[in-house]
């Protein structure tokens, strides 16, 4: 079992930048693929960044490239995203979610993914 815990979400204005962070106890952690996802009301979940076990691995949505950037500390049981050039758009609950094996597979999806965290908000005002 693994337990997540993000922080680093608040308000910010266009164009400003944000850090999230994730902290995972339990197993050992470089055995998990991390990725964040995100929800804004009324839509789905949808996938924002994903980082292999090791660390060597990463993988973008589209609207997250050049932006964005997954990173993890295995030392430390945290992954983070750094978020910069936000937009209104990027409004949403980001959560951390966490894979039972260290890879990255080729579909992003929620069902991917077997731990995940409450989420933290992100409001991007314009």
């Known amino acids: 079992q693994v337990q997540l815990v993000e922080s680093g979400g608040g308000s910010v204005q266009a164009g400003g930048s944000l850090r999230l962070s994730c902290a995972a106890s339990?197993?050992?952690?470089?055995?998990?693929?991390m990725a964040w996802f995100r929800q804004a009301p009324g839509t789905e979940r949808e996938f924002v960044a994903a980082i292999s076990g090791s660390g060597r691995t990463t993988s973008y949505a589209d609207s997250a490239k050049g932006r964005f950037t997954i990173s993890r500390d295995n030392a430390k049981n945290t992954v983070s995203l750094q978020m910069n050039s936000l937009k209104p758009e990027d409004t949403a609950i980001y959560h951390c979610?966490?894979?039972?094996?260290?890879?990255?597979?080729?579909?992003?999806?929620?069902?991917?993914?077997?731990?995940w965290g409450q989420g933290t908000q992100v409001t991007v005002s314009s």
């Open positions: 979610a966490a894979r039972n094996i260290a890879f990255i597979g080729a579909r992003q999806a929620p069902a991917e993914y077997n731990y």
């Open positions: 339990g197993r050992t952690f470089s055995y998990y693929a």
